[in-house]
């Protein structure tokens, strides 16, 4: 393997990454106001043919990208509706939405698969793509990667820093605090799923248009659940989010190489990666294995990988806000 | 009775005319009459004896699914992972068809032990990563799905590849006597459907007549009183998974063993995720799970003749079944809806 070999895995671990980062940053929203959108892995294939549809129809991928973000957001205002108007479960609604999802994706889908349509090139920043092996693997992808990382950074600057962003913590935190502050938690729960859920939307055309081109009957599944395992992984922050987004980018590009390196190896082993990684990283962050092991750690070093490693989600996910 | 208890009572039709209205909407959308749509859906499920048994046939391992997760649903567990436990079933299942030669019937009996054992040790190991690591039952069922479907493709193109080579479609044929015995040349075996009546039979008195089925509702219900009343949540947990699991395991020897006969690459056929959906859409009322099972396999069925007369895509069974759950969540309890207008809340 020579430099410009990893440059290339590693390049393209940043693509595989993106609309992973797109839509973990989407669900981070989400969760943080107080709601799961289980719905995930549907909403994307639905936006993923939609926006895939839309943007070969009107020649255009931006207004590919606007349908897509409205399929999401659709996806995620049921979700909302559902649980804060009519107290369902959010888990079941999400679920059935999974799956409704995918066979309304092949069905509507169905005369546009496997044929060419409108993809984003490749742009390079100028300057910045000039810089030695950092500037091909960041600076010389498509707009869509630039926007991710600004989005990102603007994500977690938006949730930390500002006073919105505390209130829809405070809201997904305790909501019955928020509301005797004077916070309207049901108008900030709807507001943010919608959003989060336009950003699932948007990463699901990202596939059709830039990571994966074209459609095809379940051209995305299985990403929206990875998405879902990242959040958790991320701990509920879009910076932790988009690391654990690229991870899961480096097992795809991997994948790629480790295939033409062991080509003795069932290709099909190679796709169970992804999800033996997803079992451990939650075991890493959730179970108490971690803890086990950070006790064998020098003292000084114990109490930041303690706060690194483990995570909480936000107290009232997934549980309803009664106002009346 | 007066006009808003009759609205009351009629209801519950809402959603599932709506269900159906939604889906004859994409019908016509595609150019396809709906008329038409649903006489070929209708003769695909009951056109002639073959077609009735294979809606039979496919009814049996979807309720004993379906049957498997009354019991987790009860405990309170989302065990998305029943896809996996009934791929690893099928799995078990071939591996003693294409390696052991005995008496027919002590090949089924061995057959069906392993795809129970083998479907309980998936589930089992769900339920550990819940109580032991703390993930999800959600994630980790779904992440070992993917890798159950993993290794079956594994399997079936490399080492139980058929001896012409592999194709990536399935196995070779199982020896006949690890078959299941069919009815008159169909899919349906007899014999599927006496397992299938004990395994709802027990469950039933399970869950309505012993003490476990009592710990299992403290614990779905709710964890503190299940913690009252001395439930180990850890234990009741595993043992509602494995149950589960077992069940959905012997659902993947019927589909390997009378359905087909060898290892597919989609040996479940979505009957898992399905079942969840029944047991949703029957919201606990086991009485009931029979029938919606019994209509979702008709509906499955039929519409794969639709596939075959109008060219359109078979996913419109899914679509159809999905769509009715999801009205019937969103809108089944019209209490809910409030449209009535703002009643007193009782929470």
Known sequence: MNDSEIVRILASMILQATPLMIAVTGETITERSGIVNLSLDGSMLMAAMTGFVVGLKTDSVWLGFLAAAAVGALFALIVAFGSIRLRQSQVAIGFVLTLLGDDLSAFLGQNYTRIPGPVI???????????????????????????????????????????????????????????ARGVNVDYVRYLYAIIGGALVGISGAVYSFNVKLGWSEGHTRGFGWIALAIVIFGGWSPIRGALGAILFGATKALATYLQRAFPQVSVVAFNAIPWVLMIAVLLMVSSNITERLVIYMPRRIQRPVRRLLRVGPPMALGISFGDD | ???????????????????????????????????????????????????????????????????????????????????????????????????????????????????????????????????????????????????????????ISGPWQPPEGGTFRGTQPFQAAALLPRYANSRFSPLSLVLLVIAFAMVVVALRGTFWGLKLKALGKNLRSAFLLGVSSEREVILAMLFCGALAGMGGAVRVLSWFDSLRQSISGGIGFLALLVVMLASYRILWVPLIAFFFSVVLNGSITLQLRTQLHSSLGGILTGVMVLFVLLFGDANKLRIFGKKKSHE
Do not use: C
Request: a neutral charge; hydrophobic letters at 60%; zero cysteines.
């Open chain 1, 121 to 179: 090139k490749r742009m390079g920043i100028p300057v910045l793509e000039e810089i030695p092996f950092v500037g091909p693997i960041f600076f010389d992808q498509d707009i869509t990667v630039y926007l991710t990382y600004l989005l990102v950074a603007l994500t977690w600057f938006f949730l930390f820093k500002t006073q919105a962003g505390l209130k829809v913590r405070a809201v997904g935190e305790r909501p019955e605090a928020a509301f």
């Open chain 2, 1 to 155: 009775m007066n006009l808003r208890g009759w609205i009351a009572r009629a209801w519950p039709a809402v959603p599932i005319l709506a269900a159906l209205l939604f889906t004859t909407i994409l019908l016509v959308m595609f150019g396809a009459s709906p008329i038409e749509s649903l006489e070929a859906m209708i003769r695909g499920a009951f056109g002639d004896q073959s077609k009735t048994l294979s809606v039979i046939a496919f009814w049996i391992p979807l309720l004993l699914s379906s049957t498997g997760l009354l019991v987790t649903f009860t405990a309170g567990l989302w065990n998305i992972g029943i896809e996996g436990q009934i791929v690893m079933g099928a799995i078990a299942a071939s591996w003693v068809a294409l390696n052991l030669e005995a008496p027919s019937f002590i090949l089924i009996a061995l057959e069906i032990i392993a795809a129970m054992a083998a479907g309980g040790l998936w589930a089992g190991l769900t339920a550990v990563l819940k109580t032991r690591g703390r993930v999800h039952e959600i994630f980790g069922g779904l992440a070992l799905n993917n890798i159950a479907i993993i290794f079956t493709n594994y399997l």
